[in-house]
Structure formats: structure tokens, C-alpha cells
């Protein structure tokens, strides 16, 4: 499919590795994966594989996610009512869409560290 793609002129796909940590005030883990997929729908982009954790702040300690040879973890600390997360995801979207991706995430999880990649 892909080749066809590009044979027809079409804008060409990229992988993409994307990393959202830090803390969060968001209510659960379900929102932040209704987060993600609401991104992803507006980048026009699918998720080919993910994995991520959520732990409250209180009870954090030191954690962290470890897939496709990277190792992420939440910034600091927080002492707030908050979850302390970490996900990794590896994407498919369009080339011209990766720095609307990039700048979705970043609207809609500002408090976290986000990468596009």
C-alpha cells in the first residue's frame, strides 16, 4: 500500500516515536488514552504499538517505561493529587502531519513532557 502511495504522488508516511511523561492532573490513565486517540484521529495518524503507566504522584517513588530501546520516567516528584505518568508509543502519519501531531500533544497535555520523534 504504501508503495502505491508514493508511486501516486501521495504524501509519504514516517514512522514516529512519541514520549509523554511527567504529572498530570488528568482524573485517570482512560483519559489520557482518550487523549492520545483523540490526537491521533486529528493527525490522521495510527498507533502501531504503545505502552505506558500511570501511578499516583503520592505513591510514585521511582518508576519508569522501557520499550523500542528507551527508557522514560516521570521529571520529578510532585507532592500534588496528581498521576505520574509515562508512555511510549510508536506511530504511522502522514510527513506533512508530524508537526501538527507534535504541536496536538503538546496542546493537549501541557503539563508533560512530550517528544515527536
Known amino acids: 500500500v504504501r508503495q502505491r502511495a508514493l508511486r501516486a504522488g501521495a504524501v509519504p508516511l514516517r514512522q514516529a516515536l512519541i514520549t509523554l511523561s511527567g504529572h498530570t492532573q488528568v482524573s485517570s490513565d482512560n483519559a489520557i488514552w482518550n487523549g492520545i486517540a483523540q490526537v491521533m484521529k486529528e493527525a490522521n495518524a495510527n498507533i502501531e504499538d504503545a505502552t505506558g503507566t500511570t501511578v499516583s504522584s503520592a505513591q510514585a517513588g521511582t518508576f519508569s517505561v522501557n520499550a523500542f ?49
Open 69 to 117: 530501546n528507551t527508557r522514560i520516567a516521570p521529571f520529578a516528584k510532585s507532592e500534588n493529587d496528581e498521576l505520574a505518568v509515562a508512555f511510549l508509543l510508536k506511530a504511522v502519519v502522514r510527513q506533512d502531519k508530524l508537526s501538527k501531531m507534535s504541536d496536538l500533544f503538546h496542546t493537549r497535555f501541557p503539563g508533560l513532557v512530550c517528544t515527536v520523534t
